[in-house]
């Protein structure tokens, strides 16, 4: 501050404080099986219904699902999901290679989820875009038969506008991974062809290119692969297609290694050609694209340099899109052979798609455009789709398509499809470009099905150990915070999961956060779980877990272990009461609970407490949680500290909590500012957690403390790098047994 008068002035200095933020104490992860989803990816969902959209809502497939919902239900807000298998037999993910219009490979699609749940998925492939003869779209959804046997589409995904060019924005392999929750995909395409613009109009001879010009000079704009649009101006003077061509490539010269070809055959269409994708706009008022029918806008074609690298349309597409290399519109033109008198004869099911009632309308036609072509196969496909109930008709770029509109998409729609009198073998179908309405991510069906082939994924078996253990890696890495960990029962009858508590409760210990283990098989009566409970305890970290019994019976009638509703029923409580508040008693109610496998009286839950089994019980307000001790709470354990689970979920909270909030000291000069930034920090917490009752005692001084100073960091602590904070509390434990004491009070004597 400059001081220029004299008076007084005002300077603002921040105060240093660092506010510590407490962190949620109810993100449960579960870690189980599941019908698909992401293998061993942890997925944040914050509802069921993102679950089932996710993961899909198996009851085969162990207790996940249900878990899932019993946690959403009682209270949960946020969960993560780790989908976990083993891959026992290849492969386990199910794909398909899209082949081109030649048969070569195109595309390959890889099911995301791993199991036979990738089987459903499905994809079809068309041309309906603004450049048919460029670009495609692909679609993707799962298919799955109701109890009625009716199809039904479920996860629709569409991507529009697709290309097989790498340097291009809406490169197909990019797009569609990026985007689609249904599979990834593969560019197989091995190079490019050459990319063309063709005109709309078919000279004669090279003589009639004089009738373009209408003056002098005539120009036009011409983008060769990455080029800008260059001006491209030519003299009708001596003009001819090499003409045409060394000014092209003149005005292109310096900008792009590519060079065209203009070519021109008597009855044929003009033809601008390069190894690169070649697009052809408007000139200036000597405009004469418009003349040479070039460019889009006037009626020509483009296809692009990677267009014969796109996956094939689905359909029976006519012209032919195997004929050699035929690709595109222009060969119907140039021959000029009759279009009926190519097209088949189809019959479906015996009844014969009236492709007559055009013919004598189409066969007096003179088709000297391809604008012309286009009405004329558009008057086909509206008789084509008037005519017949099994199929429908559209043109797509110059060609003419049809798809069955009914049935097993994967089975021939129940019909044959016939030639004349003959039907078609598997052969001759390929001959005439025939695709399903979709393609399966699954091997070819028979003929009239798909022509793609695929791969079937078998189904995932139930985990092992290793499976959990490289599930809990992988959370270490990509999860920031988790609370609770609920290891959902398998379909895996011998429930490998007794063998599991220990590492899962050592994983928790490390991350801040709390087991919930559930009964064992073994545990099917009160004597069992007394029995079982001494061997289930060894080398489990007692203080991070709390045992729950017995499995309860949910409103579907099915029945399930209790962590998920527990998990729910702890965030429920945390929410409305604090994590301080045992999650037991009365209020303490399992929603979407009806009943308990093992019921269990007074005299059961005095067994079973000591031993420290938290009980679940039928009360007359409903299924109640009737315990609150950790693990390591057993009468004569001698654990005084961390008996109740509120206790040590509360320490948990506290110590995520200053661990988070305290990161700002790091790297900071360790000296006596440092030490009251921390003091103000923490203090605050605990002075805040105090205010909502976390802890015993009615004064601040008798519920915590914290020190940080020259006494808890002496000066060797400093030479090490080190400053020590020390944070108490005094606890809130639950009033575990209320004891009444009842005396009569006797009359008093008169004296």
Request: charged letters at 20%.
């Amino acid at each position: 501050m400059q001081v220029t008068y004299p008076g007084v002035y005002v300077r603002e200095v921040p105060s240093g404080v660092r506010t510590v933020t407490g962190v949620s104490t109810s993100v449960a992860l579960f870690v189980g099986e599941s019908i698909r989803g992401p293998l061993e990816r942890p997925t944040r969902v914050t509802s069921y219904t993102e679950l089932v959209r996710r993961f899909g809502e198996s009851h085969t497939h162990g207790e996940l699902s249900r878990q899932v919902r019993q946690f959403f239900l009682n209270g949960g807000r946020e969960a993560w999901v780790v989908r976990i298998g083993r891959v026992a037999t290849e492969p386990a993910y199910a794909s398909v290679t899209l082949q081109t219009v030649l048969g070569a490979s195109a595309l390959r699609l890889v099911a995301r989820d791993a199991g036979l749940d990738g089987n459903t998925v499905r994809t079809s492939v068309d041309y309906d875009t603004a450049t048919p003869d460029a670009t495609f779209n692909l679609t993707l959804f799962r298919e799955r038969y109701d109890a009625a046997g009716v199809a039904r589409r479920s996860d629709l995904e569409r991507f529009e506008g697709l290309s097989m060019d790498p340097a291009s924005a809406r490169f197909a392999p990019t797009v569609i991974t990026q985007g689609s929750s249904l599979v990834t995909a593969e560019s197989l395409a091995v190079g490019a062809g050459r990319g063309r613009s063709a005109s709309d109009r078919v000279f004669a001879a090279v003589g009639d290119l004089d009738a373009a010009f209408s003056g002098p000079t005539g120009s036009l704009r011409v983008r060769v692969g990455t080029s800008p649009a260059l001006f491209v101006r030519v003299n009708r003077t001596g003009f001819s297609t090499t003409v045409l061509q060394d000014a092209i490539n003149d005005a292109l010269a310096g900008l792009t290694s590519l060079v065209v070809a203009v070519t021109l055959t008597a009855g044929s269409p003009l033809e601008i050609s390069a190894d690169g994708d070649v697009v052809v706009e408007r000139g200036d008022a000597d405009d004469l694209t418009r003349a040479l029918g070039l460019g889009l806008s006037n009626g020509g074609i483009e296809v692009g340099a990677f267009a014969q690298a796109r996956p094939a349309p689905n359909g029976l597409v006519w012209p032919p899109l195997v004929d050699g290399v035929d690709f595109d519109p222009i060969a119907p033109l140039v021959d000029r052979v009759p279009l009926v008198s190519r097209l088949p004869s189809f019959s479906v099911a015996g009844t014969q798609l009236p492709v007559a009632a055009v013919a004598p309308a189409y066969e007096t036609s003179t088709a000297t455009t391809l604008s012309r072509v286009r009405s004329d196969l558009e008057a086909v496909a509206r008789a084509l789709t008037t005519g017949s109930t099994a199929w429908s008709a559209s043109v797509r770029g110059g060609r003419l398509v049809l798809l069955p509109t009914g049935g097993d998409s994967n089975a021939g729609f129940g019909h044959t499809l016939r030639s004349g009198a003959t039907e078609l073998a598997t052969a001759d179908v390929g001959a005439f470009g025939l695709r399903t309405t979709e393609a399966r991510l699954r091997p070819a069906s028979p003929a009239f099905a798909t022509r793609q082939l695929g791969v079937s994924a078998n189904e995932l078996a139930a985990p092992t150990l290793a499976e959990y253990t490289r599930a809990f890696e992988t959370v270490d890495r990509e999860v920031d915070l988790f609370n609770l960990l609920v290891l959902p029962r398998t379909r895996d009858a011998s429930d490998l999961r007794e063998s599991l508590w220990p590492s899962a409760s050592a994983f928790c210990e490390r991350r801040r956060a709390f087991l919930l283990v559930d009964p064992t098989p073994a545990m099917t009566s009160r004597d069992a779980a007394e029995s079982a409970v001494g061997p289930l305890r060894r080398g489990i970290a007692t203080q991070h877990a709390a045992l729950y019994f017995p499995r309860v019976r949910l409103d579907d009638g099915s029945h399930v272990d209790p962590s998920g509703s527990i998990a729910g029923l702890m965030a429920r409580t945390d929410a409305s009461r604090g994590v301080w508040k045992a999650p037991a008693g009365t209020e303490a109610t399992l929603r979407g609970v009806v009943g308990v496998h093992t019921p269990m009286s007074d005299v059961d839950n005095g067994v079973l407490n000591p031993l420290a089994i938290n009980a679940i019980r039928a009360m007359p307000n409903g299924v109640v949680a009737w315990g609150a001790r950790t693990l390591a709470g057993f009468d004569g354990s001698g654990e005084d500290d961390y008996r109740y689970v509120p206790v040590r979920r509360l320490a948990l909270f506290i110590e995520e909590s200053l661990y988070r909030g305290l990161r700002f000291a790091v790297f900071e000069p360790n000296d006596e500012p440092l030490w009251r930034q921390i003091r103000l920090a923490a203090g605050a917490f605990m002075a805040n957690l105090f205010r909502q009752g976390a802890f015993a005692g009615r004064r601040a001084e008798d519920a915590y403390y914290v020190k940080c100073d020259a006494e808890s960091t002496i000066q060797n602590d400093v030479n090490l790098g080190i400053v020590n904070v020390l944070v108490g509390f005094a606890p809130l434990k639950p009033a575990e047994f209320v004891v009444l004491q009842l005396q009569q009070i006797a009359g008093q004597v008169q004296t």
